[in-house]
């Protein structure tokens, strides 16, 4: 999950940034995660953690898309990751992408808990997506 390159400047800079979002200050956790990613692009939760920021606290699923998008190459097993995709999918009406994307996710074997309740209101199981 910590990129090798990753040393005690970065780690600070996750701090700060997680801080941030805790305190309400989206913009400027957004800014931080953004600092980071840029410095070590193969940080999946610095680009997990700008979706999230995008889609959950900013209702910006277009801006959240690339980052999820992202995130999923850098941590193909996170569910987090994986339903942060779907869901901005879903609202950028590509159900096909999403569906696509709920396979791949299931298809790789990855825990299902967040799904859990998007299948229940939808009536699907993860028999739909083997």
């Known amino acids: 999950m910590w990129s090798a ?12 940034a997680f801080d941030l979002k805790n305190d309400g200050k989206v913009g400027a956790a957004i800014a931080e995660f ?3 990613f840029e410095r070590f692009p193969d940080s999946g939760i610095s680009a997990s953690m700008i ?8 209702n910006d699923p ?3 898309l690339p ?17 942060c995709l779907s869901l901005c999918l879903l609202e950028l009406n590509r159900k096909d992408d999403m569906y696509s994307e709920i396979e791949r996710y299931v298809n790789e074997g990855g825990k299902i808990d967040l799904y859990n309740t998007l299948f229940e209101e939808n009536g699907l199981t993860l028999k739909d997506f083997t």
């Open 67 to 83: 980052f999820a998008k992202r995130a999923i190459e850098l941590l193909p097993k996170s569910e987090t990751a994986s339903f």
């Open 5 to 16: 390159k990753m040393n005690a400047e970065g780690e600070k800079i996750y701090k700060r």
């Open 51 to 58: 979706a999230n920021i995008y889609y959950s606290e900013l």
């Open 34 to 36: 953004k600092q980071i």
């Open 62 to 64: 277009e801006n959240a």
